[in-house]
């Protein structure tokens, strides 16, 4: 995959260096409102910040004369194969940045051999959208548009479901911009009419948009009902308490993903790579523990499952790559930093990442 950075057709790549450069690159492109509903986490964007610097105060120690020519990133994620411990994590409304949205950035995502998470608030219905995918689940009040949800998603490697949304995060940035989704972007999944999402100043049409549809009171019943109802495998996303993590694990969930939604829910919530170890503690034998919120860097995946994952998610970086149409080279630039990693950590493969050691340097 690392030749097809920087090749290919429309997707000839924005000259960037490594995953975090896509961030200034798109800031460059997107209109500031839509900017704004990326970058921007909730409150005071503490956790926002937070994902960061706790990210940056781990610190690996790295294994020398392994005798590695070529590090192998590729596994197992949630029983889908991967070339490289890594999935797309599920984002809302793709089109807002390309006009193929979902579907450019999850055909890069199957060529770079990388699961691709479909967001229960896709722009382009699941069932168009290519690769190997799993469907991500957000609780809505009408218990029939879960069932239908839940039935079209049969197809995918699996459901996860998305716990930390009771309601959205108060996205300041958003209700300043009084941000609205444009004529063009619709929930493709759902029945939503335009004036569910019209704008209103000073308003987020977002964020009342989940106020009006997302049910505020899914509880641990309806993740036992789901798993009743459905044969894929579970994942909860939006983990930070080792006790519902157990919780999880005891309803049957496959995997958790540890996250605070990138920043965007509680602000003040702890950063997910402190939040990490103690979930692996509880239920790491027994589940995939995956993770998000931050992650920007190959070294940031090393980190991440050095601390315990099995592997992380990434949001924003992917996001921002697919506004300057560069999902190829994104990818292709994420395996480089992964197996580079790997190699200046001794690693021949990802179970020698995870017998590295490290300290939180804070
Ligand atoms: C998200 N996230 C998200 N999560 C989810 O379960 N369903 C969704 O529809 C969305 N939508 C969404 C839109 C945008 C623009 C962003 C930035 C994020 C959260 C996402 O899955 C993930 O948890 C974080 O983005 C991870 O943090 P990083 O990698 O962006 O720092």
């Given at each position: 995959p690392d030749s097809r950075a920087g090749v290919g057709g429309g997707r000839a790549g924005a000259g960037a260096l490594c995953l975090a450069d896509y961030e200034s690159l798109a800031g460059g492109l997107l209109s500031a409102p839509v900017g704004d509903f990326i970058s921007g986490g909730s409150g005071a964007e503490l956790t926002l910040r937070g994902n960061r610097s706790a990210l940056d105060r781990v610190r690996i120690t790295p294994r020398v004369m392994a005798g590695v020519e070529a590090a192998d990133p590729s596994g197992r994620?949630?029983?889908?194969?991967?070339?490289?411990?890594?999935?797309?994590?599920?984002?809302?409304?793709?089109?807002?940045?390309?006009?193929?949205?979902?579907?450019?950035?999850?055909?890069?995502?199957?060529?770079?051999?990388?699961?691709?998470?479909?967001?229960?608030?896709?722009?382009?219905?699941?069932?168009?959208?290519?690769?190997?995918?799993?469907?991500?689940?957000?609780?809505?009040?009408?218990?029939?548009?879960?069932?239908?949800?839940?039935?079209?998603?049969?197809?995918?490697?699996?459901?996860?479901?998305?716990?930390?949304?009771?309601?959205?995060?108060?996205?300041?940035?958003?209700?300043?911009?009084?941000f609205a989704l444009p004529d063009d972007v619709v929930a493709a999944n759902l029945q939503t009419t335009r004036e569910a999402h019209a704008a209103v100043p000073g308003v987020s049409a977002v964020a009342a948009h989940t106020a009006s549809a997302f049910s505020p009171t899914v509880s641990w019943d309806d993740l036992e009902w789901l798993k009743r109802r459905t044969e894929l495998p579970l994942v909860v996303k939006g983990i930070l308490d080792p006790r519902d993590a157990r919780r999880a694990a005891e309803i049957g969930a496959t995997a958790v993903v540890v996250s605070n939604h990138g920043g965007r829910q509680l602000d003040g919530a702890v950063a997910s790579i402190d939040a990490l170890p103690e979930v692996v503690d509880a239920v790491g034998n027994d589940i995939d523990v995956l993770m998000d919120s931050g992650i920007r860097s190959g070294t940031d995946v090393l980190k991440a499952l050095a601390v315990g994952a099995s592997g992380v998610l990434i949001g924003r970086p992917l996001l921002w790559a697919l506004a300057v149409d560069a999902c190829d080279e994104a990818f292709g630039l994420l395996r480089t930093e992964v197996t580079d990693a790997m190699l200046l950590a001794g690693c021949a493969d990802l179970a020698a990442v995870k017998g590295l050691t490290w300290r939180n340097d804070g």
């Amino acid at each position: 995959p690392d030749s097809r950075a920087g090749v290919g057709g429309g997707r000839a790549g924005a000259g960037a260096l490594c995953l975090a450069d896509y961030e200034s690159l798109a800031g460059g492109l997107l209109s500031a409102p839509v900017g704004d509903f990326i970058s921007g986490g909730s409150g005071a964007e503490l956790t926002l910040r937070g994902n960061r610097s706790a990210l940056d105060r781990v610190r690996i120690t790295p294994r020398v004369m392994a005798g590695v020519e070529a590090a192998d990133p590729s596994g197992r994620l949630v029983g889908s194969a991967s070339e490289m411990p890594v999935a797309v994590a599920p984002m809302a409304y793709q089109r807002l940045v390309h006009p193929e949205g979902e579907l450019e950035l999850a055909q890069a995502a199957a060529d770079a051999g990388v699961p691709y998470v479909i967001s229960t608030l896709s722009s382009y219905p699941l069932e168009k959208i290519p690769g190997e995918c799993w469907f991500q689940l957000y609780w809505l009040r009408d218990r029939a548009v879960v069932e239908g949800l839940v039935d079209r998603a049969a197809g995918c490697s699996a459901l996860v479901v998305t716990v930390d949304v009771p309601v959205m995060g108060r996205r300041l940035r958003d209700v300043r911009n009084g941000f609205a989704l444009p004529d063009d972007v619709v929930a493709a999944n759902l029945q939503t009419t335009r004036e569910a999402h019209a704008a209103v100043p000073g308003v987020s049409a977002v964020a009342a948009h989940t106020a009006s549809a997302f049910s505020p009171t899914v509880s641990w019943d309806d993740l036992e009902w789901l798993k009743r109802r459905t044969e894929l495998p579970l994942v909860v996303k939006g983990i930070l308490d080792p006790r519902d993590a157990r919780r999880a694990a005891e309803i049957g969930a496959t995997a958790v993903v540890v996250s605070n939604h990138g920043g965007r829910q509680l602000d003040g919530a702890v950063a997910s790579i402190d939040a990490l170890p103690e979930v692996v503690d509880a239920v790491g034998n027994d589940i995939d523990v995956l993770m998000d919120s931050g992650i920007r860097s190959g070294t940031d995946v090393l980190k991440a499952l050095a601390v315990g994952a099995s592997g992380v998610l990434i949001g924003r970086p992917l996001l921002w790559a697919l506004a300057v149409d560069a999902c190829d080279e994104a990818f292709g630039l994420l395996r480089t930093e992964v197996t580079d990693a790997m190699l200046l950590a001794g690693c021949a493969d990802l179970a020698a990442v995870k017998g590295l050691t490290w300290r939180n340097d804070g």
